[in-house]
């Protein structure tokens, strides 16, 4: 599961739908992405794309400085 989480994470910036996005990476459906992504990670995988989106802006650190960067702000 964790490794399907990390791919979908090397992806989410594209324009492809988070629905579209799950089934390729192999979960059954976008509401089983969404459960593995939010008792993972502790976000649900909109969350985790907009925040995506809007820092990864940050080309030096790429997203999994931004990843830390979201966790860092929703666990303190």
């Known amino acids: 599961m964790w490794k399907r989480l990390q ?4 992806i989410l910036d594209s324009p ?6 799950a089934s ?3 979960f059954s459906d976008s509401a089983h992405f969404s459960r593995t992504c939010l008792s993972s990670l502790g976000l649900r ?8 989106i809007i ?6 650190y790429g997203k999994h400085y931004c990843l830390y960067s979201v966790f860092q702000a929703l666990h303190t």
């Open 55 to 60: 820092d990864n802006k940050d080309t030096i």
């Open 45 to 52: 995988p909109s969350q985790l794309k907009r925040a995506l």
């Open 16 to 21: 492809t739908t988070l629905t579209k996005l």
């Open 7 to 10: 791919d979908v994470i090397d």
């Open 24 to 26: 390729d990476m192999g």
